[in-house]
Each structure stands twice: as C-alpha cells, then as structure tokens.
C-alpha cells in the first residue's frame, strides 16, 4: 500500500508589508552611531522613493492591508475564532455589549460573534470590567449605582472582578512596572472586608425586618389575642360506653362477638353522629339555650354569636365547641362541651347525654317491637282458631245430644254383640228341638218367637248406627264422623297455639337481647379552672405557622427570581 504524501499548510498574516525594514531616517542614525543594522524579517532590500503624501495613511490603505493578511501556521481564521467563541456559551447581554463596544471603537461587524473577534484582535476585552466602566461612564451614566447595576447585569452574580486575557502590547509601549506595595494592598483587603460586613449588615437588616412584618408581629397580635383578649372558656369531659344485654344462650358469630365493643361499634358510631349533627345542636338551643348563651356580650368577638345568627353559623359554633371522639379500640365515646361558664358547660353535657340515651333506646326499638308483634299476632290467631273448633266439637255434642258418640257407639256395639250371642244359643236350641221326632211344638214356638224378638232387637240396634234419625236428623255414625273431624282439627289447632306461645316467648327473649344501653365511665363535673385559650401553645402555634408561611414564599420568591434571571 503506497500512502501519499501530506503537505504542510501555512497561514501567514500581514500585519504589514512584506518588503520592509527600518525607513531611511532610522538607518542615518543608527551609522551616525556606528551600530549595524540587524539582520531581521524585516529588512528593507528594496530602496523605498517618497511619494509626496509623507507619512500620511488612508482608509483604504488600512482596510486593504487587514483584507489582504496572510494567516501563519498558528493563526485562525475568523470562522473558526466565531465557532470558538459560540462554544463559549456567551449569553446574549455580554453579545450586546461587545456590539456596542465594536460600535464605540469604529469597528463595522455584521454579527455579535464577528464584533468579539475584532474586539480581540485589537487587544481589547469586551468582557473586562475597566472597559465596561469606561463605556458606561462615556455614555453619561456617572452614577456608582447605575454602574454596579450594569457590571452585575454583565458579570452576573459570582463573577470575577476581572477576567484576565493575554493583550498585545502597542509599539512603543512599554509594560507597568507599578509594584503594588503593601500598605496599599492592606488597605484594599480592609476596604474589602468592610464593603461586605456592610452588605451583610444590610441584608441582615432587610432579613429582620421581613421576618417582624411577616411573622413577629402576626405573632405578637396573636399573643396578645390569646393572654388579653381571648373569653375564658370551661370545658365538661365526658366517657360513656353503649352495652348490649346478650343472653347467656348466644352461640355462633354473635356469641363470639358479645360482651365485646364490636358488637356495638355501629352503635356508638350512630351515636356520635348523631350528636354532632344539626338535629341535637337545634333541640339543645330549644332545652339550654345555646344561641342565647354564645351571644352574651362578655364573650370576645371572634367568639361571640350575632343576636339574628342563622342556624348553619349557630352550627359551625356548635361543632367547634362541642367534641366528640370515639375510640374503636375501647369502645369508649368521649365528649368535650365547652361554654363560657362551668355550669352552663356541665348543663349543656347532661342533655346531650340524654339525647344519647335516648337515640340508643331508639336504635333497637323498632327490631323489638317488630318482633314482638309477629310473635303476639301468630299467638293470637291460632288461639282464636282453637275456640272455633272447640266451638264446633261443642255444637256437635250437643246437637246430637251426646257427650260423647264414640262412647254412645261402643255401648250399642256392645248390645248388639250380647244379643247375638243370645241369638246364637236361641238357634242351637231350635235345632236341639228339631231333632227329636217329636218336637214339643210350644217350646219349638217360643224358641222361635225369642229368635224373632232377637233378630229384630239386634236389627233396631244396628239401624240406630247407621239409619236411625236423631234429633237432629241424623244418623249417630254421621254424627261421630263429624265429631272425629272436629276433634281432629281442634287437636291441630292446640298444637299449633302451643308452637305460637313458645315462639312469642322466644321473640321475647330475642328482643331483651336487642336492648342497648348507656353506662357512663365519667360522668360530667363542672370545671373551677378556664380550659381554654391555652394562651402559650396558641402562641406558639401561631409562630410556627407564620413561620412557615414566611419560609413557603421565600423560597417560592427566590426560585422564580432564579428562573427570571437566567
């Protein structure tokens, strides 16, 4: 593989001719002197003649000269300087100033990058903080102020005092050999420090005073609400549970829950609603008077109730004042009723009590009474259809004149069976007779009358079971078969009035088990002692919310401040 060979590139700028060297005037003097001329880049081979025009310039000549450099093996041309410069990430007020710089020293650039580039190749720093001062005072703005405001707005906040870049020293020019000596360093380091004690004096300043605006003195109007103002208000605690009268015969999920304040969650939780709804604030204004009472002229006015208040602001004083809280836990309801006064606040307790007893009463009475009266209803029909069929078994009795015609058939029976007995001896008798030869004809006659007079008392008998009429009417057969029918019907009923009686006793017990109740744990005692304002945890509250609030906004300010900026 053959590799081609690379040549070099240069770049070579002409900052002035190429054909010269020390004018006539300088190579006189320097033979009067007996130097020799040196040997340099710049020597003169060709004589230059005068022109007539000496030593003066022109425009054309100056543009012609930067317009026709020749660029060296180090330098760049002005494309690449802009591309470096973008890379720099300048913002667009330091591109506006190095505009206005290149304007101020005559420079004509067609674009903000291009006016850094020619700035620097002047040897001057658009971003230097002597020359930006030397610009802002040249425009008229003397000001030390104006002049802080436009090095910020320049440098922006944490930028060095100076930004030190190598520059081109001008001929002729010789370097500063200004040494700064210690005493005046001193004094600029003491300067220093006292410029920025006094900026942290002044912000330190400016911090206390926005912190006694925004939250010392919300703070002290609420302390001196709470120690001087404030109505001094006596509260009455209050513990109740609700209990359940269970039966010792529980079983299943409600035996395994009983005795327990599961049992009676739901209860206590209707309870405490109940007490903190319009309904029980409303009968304690009508029984206490509690608008009445919280519109007292003694009682401070962020307290105090308007004398034609509406019942919904009467409302939201009643829940600020009257507390109630229930722990599932224990099972435990826990009351706190607040008034200006420790009798009014025990006398507000005691009622509301008596609304909870008598909101328990209610929770259960209408399963109880439900079940009461289904039980007492059933009773009460099967009882009523048992003295019908008594009725009827009794209107049968009578009717046929019996007391009883399985009795009355049994005894028939048993004549008819005893006559046939005799009836059967009779026939054998008869047939004893015959067979002789010479039957005794009168004993063969009686024997026959009597079989006679017995076939017709055993048919008479029989005919009164099924075809003789009684005075009713009817036969006795027909008579027992509806006997038998009522008796039979009265038997269910009975059986069925007892099913009734032990199911009412049942819904009896049933419904003592639904009973609830209230036992209290501590009973309402009128307070000796304010309970509120707690004058120094309200305070303090107060500190730390304005506190917050303060911080909230600071830091809300300063991020947006922040995002404006950049």
Excluded: C
């Excluded at 190749?121 to 703005?141: E, H, Q, T, W, Y």
């Excluded at 440098?155 to 050999?177: E, F, H, M, N, Y």
């Excluded at 040494?179 to 360093?185: I, P, S, T």
């Excluded at 009713?472 to 009686?501: C, D, F, K, N, P």
Aim: charged letters at 25%.
């Amino acid at each position: 593989m053959i590799t081609m060979p690379k040549a070099t590139k240069y770049r070579i700028r002409r900052n002035s001719p190429v054909l010269s060297g020390p004018s006539n005037a300088a190579r006189t003097v320097e033979a009067e002197a007996g130097a020799a001329p040196e040997a340099n880049d710049g020597t003169q081979y060709f004589e230059r003649h005068d022109d007539g025009f000496g030593d003066q310039t022109f425009p054309t000549a100056a543009a012609a000269q930067d317009d026709g450099s020749v660029l060296g093996p180090g330098d760049k041309t002005t494309e690449e300087q802009i591309a470096e410069i973008r890379a720099e990430g300048l913002t667009g007020r330091q591109l506006r100033l190095a505009r206005r710089m290149a304007q101020k020293y005559g420079l004509e650039v067609t674009s903000d990058f291009e006016a850094v580039v020619m700035l620097r190749r002047k040897g001057i720093d658009p971003f230097d903080r002597s020359n930006i001062l030397s610009m802002v005072k040249d425009g008229g703005a003397s000001d030390d102020a104006q002049t802080s405001k436009a090095l910020a707005r320049i440098d922006g906040p944490g930028a060095d005092a100076r930004v030190q870049l190598p520059q081109t020293i001008k001929p002729g020019q010789v370097p500063s050999t200004d040494v700064m000596g210690e005493d005046h360093r001193a004094r600029e380091i003491i300067r220093i420090q006292r410029d920025i004690a006094r900026r942290r004096r002044r912000k330190l300043a400016l911090l206390f005073a926005r912190l006694s605006f925004f939250v010392f003195l919300p703070t002290l109007i609420a302390g001196w609400y709470f120690f001087v103002i404030a109505t001094p208000l006596y509260a009455t605690k209050t513990e109740f549970v609700i209990q359940k009268a269970d039966g010792a015969g529980s079983s299943g999920l409600g035996g395994l829950f009983s005795g327990t304040q599961l049992a009676t969650s739901q209860d206590s939780i209707t309870v405490q609603s109940y007490l903190q709804s319009r309904d029980a604030m409303l009968r304690l204004d009508a029984d206490q008077g509690f608008k009445a009472h919280f519109s007292r002229p003694e009682i401070d006015p962020l307290k105090r109730l308007a004398t034609d208040a509406t019942n919904e602001e009467a409302y939201k004083l009643y829940r600020r004042n009257v507390k109630i809280g229930y722990d599932p836990s224990e099972g435990i309801v826990k009351m706190e009723v607040i008034a200006a006064d420790p009798e009014t606040s025990k006398q507000f307790s005691e009622s509301l009590i008596s609304y909870a007893e008598e909101q328990v009463d209610n929770l259960t009475q209408r399963l109880r009474g439900d079940q009461m009266q289904g039980a007492l209803e059933s009773y009460a029909d099967a009882e009523q259809k048992v003295f019908i069929a008594q009725a009827k078994v009794l209107e049968l009795q009578e009717k046929v004149g019996i007391l009883d015609p399985i009795s009355e058939t049994n005894v028939v029976m048993g004549q008819i069976s005893g006559f046939e007995t005799q009836l059967q001896q009779k026939k054998l008798e008869l047939g004893q007779l015959r067979d002789n030869p010479r039957p005794n004809a009168a004993r063969v006659a009686g024997v026959e009358g009597d079989i006679a007079r017995l076939e017709r008392l055993i048919g008479e008998l029989r005919s009164t079971l099924t075809q003789k009429e009684l005075g009713s009417g009817e036969s006795l057969a027909s008579v027992t078969g509806q006997l038998r029918i009522a008796e039979a019907e009265l038997q269910t009923r009975q059986m069925l009035l007892s099913g009734a009686a032990q199911l009412m006793e049942t819904a009896r017990i049933e419904a003592n088990k639904q009973v609830r109740y209230l036992e209290m744990g501590v009973r309402p005692v009128a307070p000796d002692e304010p309970t509120y304002p707690r004058a120094f945890e309200n305070t303090l509250l107060a500190f730390l919310i304005f506190s917050g609030i303060y911080l909230m906004l600071s830091l809300t300010a300063s991020i947006l401040r922040e995002q404006v900026s950049s």
